[in-house]
């Protein structure tokens, strides 16, 4: 009977361990990232862009006709195109014109400009891993249309065999969002270009800010839980041992009852010392026990004068 109730004392350290195998296991097989979204590695905070997805379902149920897709749209201005783009999706717009681009790619384009003289071309297909950049959060669309060659460059070409109508680049496009939590929908601006390659975006949009998220635990949470554990096993554990078997009572059932009070009582000793030395030189009352030790030195001398006059008037008598 000894064995089995001291059996959960004994069994601490492989619970421990168990519990220790079980957090790891728990926090590695984590399910995988949702995709468009994205947890800051320097914050930790969890940001979700999945509402800025257009779909065929988020068409608006005002327009005219129930055919009529709805892109995001991104005026641009000083550059003589308007941009069309969706956010981890392609595009719901017909792409089937798009310049240089693979048949089997053209469902994958997420943005694209069409051009005064009507050509369509691909900046970017579809991504759904935003990342941040410092603290910037960004999404890049790559694998657009060919990018034209410098003028230079095509010149020198002109009259070589090997010449080609792109510069062996495709162009591409970066996002940076940025939170506004006062947005309605999401405001997209056309920064700029760089040599009708590279196009840059930034928008503007709730879903842009930190939102609520599973998160897997850190480190020092996980080693926080298994020594919480831990204590209340050993606390719990030793109790019930202690008053089981040992038969004891009140503060005596702790686990480690006299070690643990030699470490109070030793501590207290050291509080006494300190503050005896301290009055003694400030001269203020010490500590309690000195002051009923007092006490009890006066009672006694009053008790033997007492006694002393007792004999002197029982010897007069």
């Not at 392609?90 to 005064?116: C, E, G, M, R």
């Not at 975006?201 to 842009?208: G, I, P, T």
């Not at 000793?269 to 005896?276: N, P, T, V």
């Amino acid at each position: 009977m000894r064995f089995w109730i001291a059996s959960p004392i004994s069994a601490l350290p492989f619970f421990v361990f168990s519990l220790l195998q079980l957090t790891i296991a728990s926090t590695s097989n984590t399910p995988q990232q949702e995709p468009c979204t994205v947890i800051s590695a320097q914050s930790g905070n969890f940001f979700d862009l999945r509402p800025l997805t257009r779909t065929s379902a988020s068409t608006s149920s005002s327009s005219s006709s129930s055919n009529t897709v709805h892109d995001w749209t991104a005026r641009g201005h000083d550059y003589p195109a308007n941009f069309t783009l969706n956010i981890c999706a392609p595009v719901l717009s017909d792409v089937a014109d798009v310049v240089s681009v693979s048949t089997s790619q053209k469902s994958n384009i997420s943005a694209f400009y069409i051009t005064q003289e009507g050509k369509q071309y691909s900046i970017g297909s579809v991504s759904t891993n935003p990342y941040f950049r410092g603290r910037k959060l960004v999404l890049v669309y790559a694998g657009g249309s060919p990018c034209p060659a410098p003028d230079g460059e095509e010149r020198e070409k002109s009259k070589s065999s090997k010449k080609k109508k792109g510069s062996g680049y495709r162009k591409s496009t970066i996002m940076s969002h940025l939170c506004d939590r006062d947005a309605v929908r999401p405001v997209i601006s056309f920064v700029g270009e760089v040599n009708e390659c590279g196009y840059f975006f930034e928008v503007r949009s709730s879903a842009a800010c930190p939102t609520a998220g599973t998160q897997a635990l850190g480190p020092v949470s996980v080693f926080g839980i298994i020594g919480l554990v831990a204590a209340l096993v050993y606390l719990v554990g030793g109790c019930v041992y202690q008053r089981t078997v040992m038969h004891a009572r009140g503060w005596r059932q702790m686990p480690n009852y006299a070690v643990w009070a030699g470490l109070v009582g030793g501590v207290w000793a050291l509080i006494r010392s300190i503050w005896d030395r301290c009055a003694s030189k400030l001269h203020l009352p010490r500590s309690s026990y000195d002051l009923i030790g007092a006490r009890r030195s006066s009672l006694e001398s009053e008790n033997r004068l007492i006694d002393a006059l007792d004999e002197d008037w029982g010897e007069d008598a």
